[in-house]
């Protein structure tokens, strides 16, 4: 479970503020697949930064029951100078999870050949996605974070990414950003629209999408 406590996020720059948080009071329930939706720019991907705890709240704070991942598929905590192989290795012993399972289950997954064991700063923009989405799906946690993940790759990558992530919802909760309300509908029950610092939850996707469209059609 996830609880927002009067949470508050507000950018400021030289000519004004950016607001992405006003004052938030939510709770995401356990073993929920939530969609997060919103405009572009509206904040859903720092709004998962601060649950994930990788950026701190202007004020509030953001309250977590049970493991949370930090974003899915985010490759920027891996060290470049170590192969595929070894980061996984090393995320393993951060989460406690058995080292040769992970490594297996990330080789198997992210289909990278000969390219697992060759250093991560030499890796395609689409190849350290897989890899990340791979350790992401390999170590299990209570609530998984995903921004726009289950995109990367061709389409037999993007089928087998949305399975395993199927599977993980079985005994597991999601907050998802994605901008395919196709893809949203079948992976999520529930969902919120961040709009104006404001957060909006609904028990069913379906309400939440209707939300969402609305504030899209106003906008045009």
């Not at 999520?188 to 404001?198: P, R």
């Amino acid at each position: 479970m996830i609880v927002l406590q009067d949470l508050t996020k507000v950018f400021r720059f030289r000519y004004g503020k950016k607001v992405i948080a006003d004052h938030v009071n939510a709770v995401f329930p356990p073993r929920r697949a939530v969609a997060l939706l919103g405009r572009n720019g509206a904040g859903k991907t720092s709004l998962l930064k601060m649950i994930a705890g990788t950026m701190d709240p202007s004020s509030g704070r953001v309250i977590t029951k049970g493991g949370v991942s930090w974003p899915v598929g985010f490759a920027g905590s891996f060290h470049g100078d170590l192969t595929g192989a070894q980061n996984a290795r090393f995320v393993a012993r951060i989460y406690g999870v058995d080292t040769e399972e992970l490594v297996a289950f990330v080789e198997e997954f992210a289909e990278l050949g000969a390219h697992f064991n060759q250093p991560f700063r030499t890796y395609s923009a689409g190849m350290k996605s897989r890899l990340a989405f791979g350790v992401s799906m390999g170590v299990p946690f209570e609530t998984y974070l995903v921004d726009e993940v289950t995109s990367v790759g061709d389409t037999a990558f993007r089928e087998k990414s949305a399975i395993v992530f199927a599977e993980r919802m079985k005994t597991a909760g999601a907050i998802m950003v994605s901008h395919g309300v196709g893809q949203l509908r079948a992976l999520c029950d529930a969902g919120a629209v961040l709009e104006n610092g404001q957060l909006y939850y609904y028990d069913d996707v379906e309400d939440a999408i209707a939300h969402h469209q609305s504030n899209m059609a106003a906008q045009v």
